[in-house]
């Protein structure tokens, strides 16, 4: 399957979805920028008749403050409204994220650190989020209220509106200016974010092998440099945007100096240029009305420069490709077309990097109620035939089938009733004790979990619990070889025909190894087991035994 969507394609989803907001939020904008309009030509007239010694009439200030009014009301409006549709939009975002993790190949998460990954969902959402509260959607209202502005001013005087037609291209270039200095600083910010995010998770996790080592100098080091360089890069973005407004304000206040001494000149020039008292005052507030706008597009551009970095990685996320999708009901014809099913790896090889190979033409087959262990050295590729069989990974070489179809063809709905899969340490997952060992599958009954914990000697100690089998996981009082058990139930809870076994009792005393080992026993009858192990036990008696390292049997 390739589904691949963009952040483009997504927003306008929302948009098409939230038809009445979008359209709420246009008619909004736009009475903000006419309300922003209005009051300058009304204080025209006041002036004017103030200049004349005539009387204002009480309804022009009336008019004036109800403008003043409503314009501070619809721009609160505004702010609402933008801030409604940009969380419709990061909430969007993230769902189609969600979605597409769930159809990424385990390939990807190989690639990509945790860290990283988790810093697309949330600083890059979120940079989003920011580019449309604040840049995208207030830059388009500010430019459209500027151009508005420059109009105005053209119609009351030509001359000062050529002054501002020249002005304005000036400073949009030195905007662009700043915006490029601002993007790649920001880039590099973004970059040395990412590693800091890896680095914690990955320090604390290996906590106890940095003290054993006495390696916390180095990552102490490391993660120096990484806050160094996110630092540094933030300083430039700084220096750029506390250099912008300044420079701004001085530049409008230069226009409105010239254009009144060019105002106050005489002859030709005051026949180019010669307005009202009125008209000047109300100038003035339009010169300082456009260069307000253009300070905020200054800083929206860094707001969507900020999030350009994190539009670009959230793009190359939503483009990755997905893992391809099977035809379930083929794949159960024939898988279930023989009355034996058996395993064969057929001089299989792979490699992770494509560099650095891990298996290199491994063959060997497993019959049907075959039990084998697989035994070799740490970082022989033990773990990574499970994979291959699991259908995470598709090998470089070879074949790997189950009854004659190939392992990484084979749907995940059909993978949940062909495998059993035990792993070192239990995995919990929010809810109860029975959800543990369903796994939320609708087509598991309750007398299926109920059998499943029988099975592994764990149906006596649940009914003790509270709640029986609706016992929240966190409130169980369970031991780790219980929780063991639970994962041996889990996996054997849909009657799987394939047990994997991986190490599973490395990390349990001699007791718990004991207990485990007879659930084990119970669970593999009339099952073709694999179990990868590094030492040999009682379990593991008769079982035929694979090398793994020298691929010989």
Known sequence: MNNKKSLRSVVCKIILDFKGMTFLTIIIISGTIAAALFPPLILERIVNRLSAQQQVPLYLALIYFGLIALSGLLESGQNIMITKFGQKVTYGLRMEMCAKLQHLPTSYFTRNEPGKITSRFVNDVDAVDSMFTDGIISMFADTFKVFSILVIIFYKSKGLGFIMVLVTPLMFAMTRIF???????????????????????????????????????????????????????????????????????????????????????GGQVQQFFGITVGTAVAIIAYVSKVFEPLESIGMEIQNIQSAVAGVKRINEFLQEAERK???SSIINVELTSSSRSYICFDHVSFSYDNENTVLSSLCFTVESG????????????????????????????????????????????????????????????????????SLFDPEISVKQVEDAARLVGLHESILALASGYGTPVENAAFSQGQFQLLSIARAVVASPKILLLDEITANLDSDTERRVLEALKRASHGRTVISISHRLHEYTHNHKIVQIGNQSK
């Open 179 to 265: 915006q490029k200095r601002i993007l790649k600083s920001q880039l590099v910010n973004r970059i040395a974010i990412s590693k800091v995010n890896n680095h914690v998770p990955e320090t604390i996790s290996n906590i106890r092998m940095i003290h054993t080592l006495f390696r916390q100098k180095y990552m102490e080091q490391k993660y120096d440099d990484y806050i160094e360089e996110s630092y540094v890069a933030t300083d430039k973005s700084n220096l750029y945007d506390s250099i912008y407004s300044p420079i701004v304000i001085f530049i409008s206040s230069c226009i409105i100096a010239i254009m009144m001494i060019l105002v106050a000149l």
């Open 325 to 327: 999708e099977t035809d």
């Open 370 to 437: 075959e039990a084998i262990t697989l035994v070799g050295r740490t970082g022989v590729g033990k773990s990574t035939i499970f994979r291959l069989l699991l259908g995470l990974y598709s090998p470089h070489k070879g074949r790997v089938l189950i009854n004659g179809v190939d392992a990484d063809k084979i749907s995940d709905t059909q993978k949940r009733k062909l495998f059993g899969y035990v792993e070192q340490s239990f995995h919990p997952i929010a809810g109860t004790i029975a959800d543990q060992i």
